[in-house]
């Protein structure tokens, strides 16, 4: 490259650049503490508009007083001083969105965080939007398949729905988002997972996992870590549904966890006490519902009409010591169309995923089952729920009569056949198959400690046995009479077989 | 009780004092720094008087324009301003701060209140420099 062609180029850029002069509203900093400015001037602000400082670092206006504005800066504030100079932009926080972020792991506001380059991308979209409204949105009733059994049977999730998935710390509610993510794959679905306030090892540790599964290929992953400032996990789970929103409004179903909204609630709790806002219970802000109804109503599912396409929200909850009355979770559970409620105790037990049956609930996810698994998953439910509550006698030992005994013994194997490591998840015409094995009693006989075993076998066998049982369940999502009448054979086959 | 802004204050003792004689005005301030006495708020009373003096601008159609140059200003320039910045903010009365800022290296930079018109060389460059560096 010669020195003229530089100096050509130059030129070229210079006689392409053009200022344009206007007026600009500023303010200074009157004050500058823990991530918040308090900032005169700036008469003409909105709510949650952009500003910026001197040193190129970027603010959000959220607390318009009388005359002074609270800002909250999403950047390093160390630099900034009383005095200094603050612009108005006259734009309302925005993000960059396009179809290159996929697979990449960008930070709050939209920058990649994963040493792999710059993120191309024309378009930008608010962080804030209003949901979409009645008219365009349509019912649930097309499944996500999580690829777990208890949940696709027991607590069936919608594309569209918001699930709350809620436990103690450690129970196993990350697992099964990654699961379910993991499970994605060739379901046509864009996953974005939002990490809000987590560890940095623990986002590498899900990032590594998600790669090795090859489930990056359709997933954006969003993180707010927990050393950055609080204003930046605030906006996190806004900017996840913005980047969500543009793939919906390409007509795609997108799946979007947020990880974990306990976080968030005291992410801005820090914030709105800077601001000195009032507050309220457990020291929460007043408008801490909003917070959450306002982002979790941007899940829904649009009619073709508006463009189609979905968005399934799973936000997540840690409770403290199985304390789901607390103030977030009533919060985000009331909001939510149901919960998956796992247990300290169960995980303990050896019973994993710890999805409390009995408490978990799935407002509208049933009607989005397939015909099969509806069949199947009815009973079931019956079985574990009759289970429960026999459960309390079996204690009392031997003078049961024989129908209890036996619902006892379905109940047991039911709990058995539920169990499901990580990172297994399990395609839904094998969880039939399986089912179908329980509910029609075929692994009564069964020995407990062997239900595993056989189960496994089962799915093996039938597989290679019944192809034309398995290609139904795909096709039209429920099974003939032939293909019944080949499962049973291949399962009493293969139950006189396994000893 | 509700608190009182800065603000409510200026603009009472702007409309307590409106169209007053000398020898009433003399009555109300020892009346107003009695109140602030009692309030504590004497030690916002700078706030109070340059918010004072904001209100009374304003009633009165002035405004002050701050001016940093690089050059003192030539009459002629400064009276083109002035008609000019009448017919922006439909004022009556302009007054001219003038400061002279050599970093400025050319151009003028008006600054009215919290609104500012940067027509600075210092400032094109700037900004041709974030256009040169832009990401593309």
Redesign the interface.
Known sequence: MSTNYIVEN?KK??DN?S?Q???????HVLEVFDGIAKV????DIKSSEMVTFPNGETGVALNLE??TVGIIILDDFSKIKEGDEVKATGKILEVPVSDNIIGRVVNALGVEIDGKG?IKADKTYPIEKVAPGVITRLSVDKPVATGIKVIDAIIPIGRGQRELIIGDRQTGKTAIAIDTILNQKGQNMICVYVSIGQKDSKLRKIQTRLEEGGAMAYTVIVSAGSSEPAPLSYIAPYTGVSIAEYFMDQGKDVLIIYDDLSKHAVAYREISLLLRRPPGREAFPGDVFYLHSRLLERACRRNEEYGGGSITALPIVETQAGDVTAYIPTNVISITDGQIFLETDLFYKGIRPAVNVGLSVSRVGSKAQIKAMKKVAGTLKLDLAQYRELEAFAQFGSDLDNATKLQLERGKRAVEVLKQPQYAPMAVERQVAVLYALTKGYMDDVPVEKIKEFEDGLINYTENKTKKFYKEIVETSMWTDAGEAELKKAIEEFKSNFN | MATLSNNDIAHAIYLVSKEKTHAELREINNKVIKFLVRRRLLSKSPDILERLNKIINHEAGRIVVKIQSARKLKEEIKKELITFLKKRYKMKEVILKEELDEKLLGGIRVEINDEIIDLTVKNKIKKLQEYLIRKI
């Open positions: 130059l850029e210079i650049f200022s002069i206007k007026a600009e509203k500023v303010g005169s001037g700036l008469s009388e005359d710059v």
